[in-house]
C-alpha cells in the first residue's frame, strides 16, 4: 500500500497523505487540498465518502456486517453486559471494573434529580407535541439549570456533565411519556438497576406498587445496547459539529435528538410501525407495498429497510428479529404486525429491487414490534432510540472535545448568480 495518494489537476500533480486506520481503512489526508492546489475543494452530498474525524470507538463494516465498541462485538455486548456497562465502556474506552461500574452508578444516581421549574416548561406543550420535540426542548433547558455543565475545559468539569445527563435524561424521557399520559411525574427509585429505575419512572402506575418484570428489563436493557453508538451517522455527526463550537454537552445533545427525529434517522423505528399497521390495516397487502417502495413516482419508501453503511445485514437487525420473538413469546403476546413484518422482509430479501441495491432490514425493522409488546407508545419509539444512543452522544462528544478537533465548517461550490449590480424597485 502507497504511503500517499496522486491527484493530477491541469498537468500538475499533488500528493496527499493516505491514513490507515487500525482495521485497515484508508483514506486520503485531504486537510492541506485547498491550500495546495490554490483552491480547489471536494464536494460529496450526504457525506457518503468523506470521514469527519479519525474515531477509536466504534467500528463497524457494512459490507461484512460487523459492529464494534471499543474493539467488542455487539453480539457478545448485547448477551453479556448491561447498559450502564456499555455506557462507561463507549464514554471512558474499557469496560469497568466492579468497582468503578458502582462509583459511575452512584455519580449517575447522586445527579438523578431534575429541577422541578424543568415541569413549569413541560406542562407549556401540549398534549398533542411530539415527544421527541419535547424530549429536546428539555434536555436543552438542562443546561439553563446547570450552567456550570457549558465550560467543561476539564476532564473533571467533564465528568460531572456526562453522570448528570445520564442521571437526568432518563427522568426527562419518563416525564415527557407521562405527561402526554396524564400521569403524575415521578422520580425514580436509586435502590435500582439503571434500566429497572428507567422502567419504573415510565410505568409505575400512581394508586399501583410496581413489579419489575425480568423479561422487561432484560429486553429494554438489550434494545439499549443496541442502539448505543454507530460512529459517525447523522446525529452524532450533529452532535459533534455543534460541540465542535465549544457549545455545551446537553445543547449539543439536544441537537442529535433533532436530527435523530427524522423518519429517514431514528424516526424510522415509529414509521416501521405506522407502516406495518396500515399493511394490516389494508388487509395485510405486502406485496402492493413492495410495489410501492419501487415505484419511483410512488414517495413511499420501506422503512426499517437499507442503511447508508450497511450493504449487507445489519448485526443489530438480527439480534433484535431474535429478542422479538423471544420477548412476545415470553410475554405471551401474539402480534399479526410481527408476521406481516417477517413476511415483508422474506419478500424484500427474494426480490431483485432490494437485493441489486443491497437492501436489508435495519435496527429500526424489528424494534418498534419489542417496544409495542412492553407498552410503550407508537411516539415515544424514537425516544427510547435517543435514550439508548444516549452514551454514544456523550463518548463522540467527549473523544471529540479532548482531540480538540477544529470548529465545523465545510465548504461548497457556489452555482448562484455571477456579480450583479442592484437594481431599483421602481427599475424591476
Ligand atoms: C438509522 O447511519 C446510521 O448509522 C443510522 C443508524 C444509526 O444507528 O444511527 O443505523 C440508524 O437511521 C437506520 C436507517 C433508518 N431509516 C430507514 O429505515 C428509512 C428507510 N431507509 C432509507 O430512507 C435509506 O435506506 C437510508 C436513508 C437509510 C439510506 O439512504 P442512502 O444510503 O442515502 O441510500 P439512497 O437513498 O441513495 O438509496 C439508494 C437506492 C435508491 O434507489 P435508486 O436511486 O438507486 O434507484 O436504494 C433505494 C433508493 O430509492 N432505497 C430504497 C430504500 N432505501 C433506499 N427504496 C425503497 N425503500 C427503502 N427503504
Not at 135 to 140: A, D, E, Q, R, V
Not at 281 to 301: E, L, Q, V
Not at 366 to 379: E, F, K, L, Q
Not at 397 to 405: G, I, N, Q, S
Request: hydrophobic fraction near 40%.
Amino acid at each position: 500500500m502507497s504511503k500517499t495518494a496522486t491527484l493530477e489537476i491541469d498537468g500538475k500533480k499533488y500528493e496527499f497523505p493516505l491514513i490507515v486506520g487500525t482495521e485497515n481503512e484508508v483514506a486520503i489526508d485531504i486537510k492541506t487540498l485547498r491550500t495546495a492546489t490554490g483552491g480547489v475543494t471536494t464536494i460529496d452530498p450526504g457525506y457518503k465518502n468523506t470521514g469527519s474525524c479519525e474515531s477509536a470507538i466504534t467500528f463497524l463494516n457494512g459490507e461484512e456486517g460487523i459492529l464494534r465498541y471499543r474493539g467488542y462485538s455487539i453480539e457478545e455486548l448485547a448477551e453479556k453486559a448491561d447498559f450502564l456497562e456499555v455506557a462507561f465502556l463507549l464514554i471512558f474506552g474499557e469496560l469497568p471494573t466492579k468497582e468503578e461500574l458502582e462509583k459511575f452508578h452512584a455519580d449517575i444516581k447522586a445527579q438523578s434529580v431534575v429541577d422541578d421549574d424543568i415541569k413549569k416548561i413541560l406542562d407549556a406543550f401540549p398534549k398533542t407535541a411530539h415527544p421527541m420535540g419535547v424530549l429536546s426542548s428539555l434536555t436543552s433547558a438542562l443546561t439553563a439549570f446547570n450552567p456550570s455543565s457549558v465550560n467543561v475545559d476539564s476532564e473533571e468539569d467533564m465528568y460531572k456533565s456526562v453522570v448528570k445527563i445520564l442521571g437526568k435524561f432518563p427522568v426527562l424521557v419518563a416525564w415527557t411519556m407521562r405527561k402526554k399520559q396524564g400521569l403524575p411525574l415521578d422520580y425514580g427509585d436509586n435502590s435500582l438497576g439503571y434500566v429497572e429505575n428507567i422502567l419504573k419512572m415510565m410505568f409505575k402506575k400512581p394508586n399501583e406498587e410496581y413489579t419489575q418484570n425480568p423479561i422487561l428489563v432484560n429486553a429494554l436493557d438489550k434494545l439499549l445496547i443496541l442502539h448505543a453508538d454507530h460512529e459517525q451517522n447523522c446525529s452524532t455527526s450533529t452532535v459533534r459539529i455543534v460541540g465542535s463550537a465549544h457549545t455545551g454537552l446537553f445543547a449539543s445533545i439536544s441537537s442529535g435528538i433533532s436530527a435523530l427525529w427524522g423518519p429517514l434517522h431514528g424516526g424510522a423505528n415509529q414509521a416501521v410501525l405506522e407502516m406495518l399497521s396500515g399493511i394490516e390495516a389494508d388487509g395485510g397487502d405486502t406485496k402492493k407495498y413492495m410495489a410501492k417502495a419501487k415505484d419511483k413516482s410512488d414517495a413511499f419508501r420501506l422503512m426499517g429497510f437499507g442503511h447508508r453503511v450497511y450493504k449487507n445485514f445489519d448485526p443489530r437487525a438480527k439480534i433484535i428479529k431474535v429478542a422479538a420473538d423471544e420477548v412476545l413469546g415470553d410475554l405471551g403476546v401474539e402480534d399479526p404486525i410481527l408476521d406481516i413484518a417477517k413476511g415483508l422482509e422474506k419478500e424484500a430479501l427474494e426480490d431483485k429491487y432490494f437485493v441489486d441495491r443491497k437492501l436489508y432490514p435495519n435496527v429500526d425493522f424489528y424494534s418498534g414490534i419489542i417496544y409495542r409488546a412492553m407498552g410503550i407508545p407508537t411516539d415515544m419509539f424514537t425516544v427510547m432510540f435517543a435514550l439508548g444512543r444516549l452514551p454514544g452522544w456523550i463518548a463522540q462528544w467527549r473523544e471529540m472535545r479532548l482531540r480538540k478537533e477544529p470548529i465545523g465548517r465545510p465548504r461548497q461550490v457556489y452555482i448562484g448568480e455571477n456579480s450583479r449590480t442592484f437594481k431599483d424597485i421602481k427599475n424591476r
